[in-house]
Structure formats: structure tokens, C-alpha cells
Nanobody
Framework: VQLVESGGDLVQPGGSLTLSCAAS????????MSWYRQAPGKERELVVF????????VYADSVKGRFAISRNNANNTVYLQMNSLKSEDTAVYFC?????????WGQGTQVTVSS
């Protein structure tokens, strides 16, 4: 099983980034996919999750209206479009897959929002 995040970068406040998470080794279309983040000195927090079909997504209040999750079950990838980035969005972003009796994590990708 692998979850490989990419797309993290240094970006100025107000900027945008798109993160990707490529999955392999499990039946991607049967899993709820999530993005979490962990800022320095803070606990890991849920940013958003999307249902297995992609029909439903739930966002943390802190990112609602600025971030958008999507998934492509044909190429086993989940995306996180991040707009209007703020300094408080600085964190390591992790992709996670959750299914019946299973939970997988990626290694994370660093997003730094700074001028």
C-alpha cells in the first residue's frame, strides 16, 4: 500500500496550491479519502474528507470556501485545491485512506505560507 503526496511548496499569503495524493496497493474506489494537516507544535487535524464515490465532502470550518477536494477513481488520485492561503495554513499535509478495518497514511508534503 502506498499513498504519495506531492505539490507542497512555499507560497505567499493569498496564493494557491494544488496537492495530489497518488494511491496504490488497495481498492481506491472503496475508500474514504481525507486530507489532514499538522502544524509545528500542534496536533494533526482533519482538513476534509470525501466519500468513496466523490459525491460528498466535509470540510473543517477553517478551510470551508477556500479549499476543494476532488478524486479521480480512474487514476487512483485525490486532490486538494487550496486557494486564498493564509499563514495559519502552514503545515505538513497528509493524505489518508479509510476503509473497513483499514487505515493508511502518506508521508506528508510541506506547505508553507509566508511572504
Amino acid at each position: 500500500v502506498q499513498l504519495v503526496e506531492s505539490g507542497g511548496d512555499l507560497v505567499q499569503p493569498g496564493g494557491s496550491l494544488t496537492l495530489s495524493c497518488a494511491a496504490s496497493g488497495f481498492t481506491f474506489s472503496s475508500y474514504v479519502m481525507s486530507w489532514y494537516r499538522q502544524a509545528p507544535g500542534k496536533e494533526r487535524e482533519l482538513v476534509v474528507f470525501i466519500s468513496d464515490t466523490g459525491g460528498n465532502a466535509v470540510y473543517a470550518d477553517s478551510v470551508k470556501g477556500r479549499f476543494a477536494i476532488s478524486r479521480n477513481n480512474a487514476n487512483n488520485t485525490v486532490y486538494l485545491q487550496m486557494n486564498s492561503l493564509k499563514s495559519e495554513d502552514t503545515a505538513v499535509y497528509f493524505c489518508s485512506a479509510r476503509g473497513v478495518g483499514a487505515r493508511f497514511w502518506g508521508q506528508g508534503t510541506q506547505v508553507t505560507v509566508s511572504s
